[in-house]
């Protein structure tokens, strides 16, 4: 450990006990007796006031006075914050500006010897995430508030992209990223039960002045889980897909970026996803044409014929009655 994270760690063990003693620092932290005396040295000469006291009873403790010391963190602890700012911007955090502006804060305050230790591990990490506006940024901070104070609010909403918004009267319980796009939980006051929202597909917000009590044992995480384990994540109807085809055709498909978060069964000569409707009558023909003879679409009906009729279409627009 390094001796910056060691002197932090010091000054931990001295806020979270009444008097230790430097065996007792030494043992903690497995380092000898005489650096902990360097270090209670160390931090003496920074202006903390560390008391020491000789005798049987006796160890070192803070002055009573000293009751709230400046925020520290390991240089560890900082290379997580950092790390994990950088999800947090990738997945569309709504508050990354105030995330950032926090790390600013805290670097402003570092050493040398962390700034660098920082610099060395933060240079050759970072998250691609998919591209993205800033255009629901205000809309997640505004429903985020109104999770925060149980407020009643007004949505329009379309569960298909072609749909003309609907107006919904929700009790918002809670908010939740996964797979690359953020849900809404809540109580529908036209449903009467909990129904959740895709948030990019929610097109306008407004509070209506009421307040709702969120019942004491709701969890977004085990809500969302067991919908998504039961594959009805939203109102939106729901397609199993089936595919045959070559192992390394099905791996593809496996692990392609948007397909995997869909995929419910993968054999060895067969691959089952469960979709939303509109997603493989719009998406997915336009994708799966590109594997070519590779694959076999087994089921739904209506996915092979999109796909035949795109086929078609292709075969007009290049065929070659039409060049010169």
Same mark, same amino acid.
């Given at each position: 450990m390094a001796k910056w994270d060691n002197l932090l760690a010091i000054l931990w063990l001295l806020k979270a006990r009444k008097r230790i003693t430097a065996m007792q620092i030494a043992e903690t932290l497995e380092i000898s007796v005489r650096t902990v005396y360097r270090y209670i040295d160390a931090l003496c000469a920074s202006g903390v006031p560390i008391i020491a006291e000789s005798g049987?009873?006796?160890?070192?403790?803070? +002055?009573?006075?000293? /009751?709230?010391?400046?925020?520290?963190?390991?240089?560890?602890?900082?290379? %997580?914050?950092? *790390?994990?700012?950088?999800?947090?911007?990738?997945?569309?955090?709504?508050?990354?500006?105030?995330?950032?502006?926090?790390?600013?804060?805290?670097?402003?305050?570092?050493?040398?010897? +962390?700034?660098?230790? /920082?610099?060395?591990?933060?240079?050759?990490?970072?998250?691609?995430?998919? %591209?993205?506006? *800033?255009a629901m940024e205000p809309l997640l901070q505004q429903l985020e508030q109104a999770v925060a104070n149980a407020e009643t609010i007004l949505i329009a909403y379309t569960k298909k992209k072609a749909d003309?918004?609907?107006?919904?009267?929700?009790?918002?319980?809670?908010?939740?990223?996964?797979?690359?796009?953020?849900?809404?939980?809540?109580?529908?006051?036209?449903?009467?039960?909990?129904?959740?929202?895709?948030?990019?597909?929610?097109?306008?917000?407004?509070?209506?002045?009421?307040?709702?009590?969120?019942?004491?044992d709701f969890s977004i995480r085990d809500y969302l889980l067991n919908r998504f384990n039961?594959?009805?994540?939203?109102e939106e109807p729901t397609i199993l897909v089936q595919i045959a085809g070559k192992e390394k055709s099905l791996d593809r498909l496996a692990e392609h970026w948007y397909l995997r978060h869909y995929l419910v069964e993968r054999r060895d000569e067969q691959i089952h996803f469960m979709m939303e409707e509109d997603t493989v009558l719009e998406y997915l023909p336009r994708l799966l044409i590109t594997y070519g003879a590779s694959i076999h679409i087994l089921e739904p009906a209506v996915l092979k014929d999109k796909i035949g009729e795109l086929v078609k279409e292709l075969a007009q627009h290049y065929s070659l009655s039409q060049l010169p």
């Amino acid at each position: 450990m390094a001796k910056w994270d060691n002197l932090l760690a010091i000054l931990w063990l001295l806020k979270a006990r009444k008097r230790i003693t430097a065996m007792q620092i030494a043992e903690t932290l497995e380092i000898s007796v005489r650096t902990v005396y360097r270090y209670i040295d160390a931090l003496c000469a920074s202006g903390v006031p560390i008391i020491a006291e000789s005798g049987h009873d006796g160890g070192y403790y803070l +002055q009573e006075n000293f /009751l709230e010391t400046p925020l520290f963190f390991a240089s560890t602890e900082l290379k %997580a914050m950092v *790390h994990a700012a950088l999800f947090a911007k990738g997945a569309g955090y709504p508050f990354s500006d105030h995330l950032a502006s926090a790390l600013e804060k805290i670097q402003f305050h570092l050493n040398e010897e +962390q700034m660098d230790y /920082l610099k060395r591990h933060t240079e050759g990490f970072d998250v691609i995430a998919p %591209a993205r506006g *800033h255009a629901m940024e205000p809309l997640l901070q505004q429903l985020e508030q109104a999770v925060a104070n149980a407020e009643t609010i007004l949505i329009a909403y379309t569960k298909k992209k072609a749909d003309n918004p609907v107006e919904r009267k929700i009790d918002p319980y809670g908010l939740a990223y996964r797979f690359d796009r953020w849900y809404i939980v809540g109580f529908c006051h036209l449903r009467q039960d909990l129904r959740t929202f895709r948030v990019d597909r929610i097109h306008h917000f407004s509070p209506t002045g009421d307040t709702f009590e969120r019942p004491s044992d709701f969890s977004i995480r085990d809500y969302l889980l067991n919908r998504f384990n039961s594959f009805q994540i939203t109102e939106e109807p729901t397609i199993l897909v089936q595919i045959a085809g070559k192992e390394k055709s099905l791996d593809r498909l496996a692990e392609h970026w948007y397909l995997r978060h869909y995929l419910v069964e993968r054999r060895d000569e067969q691959i089952h996803f469960m979709m939303e409707e509109d997603t493989v009558l719009e998406y997915l023909p336009r994708l799966l044409i590109t594997y070519g003879a590779s694959i076999h679409i087994l089921e739904p009906a209506v996915l092979k014929d999109k796909i035949g009729e795109l086929v078609k279409e292709l075969a007009q627009h290049y065929s070659l009655s039409q060049l010169p």
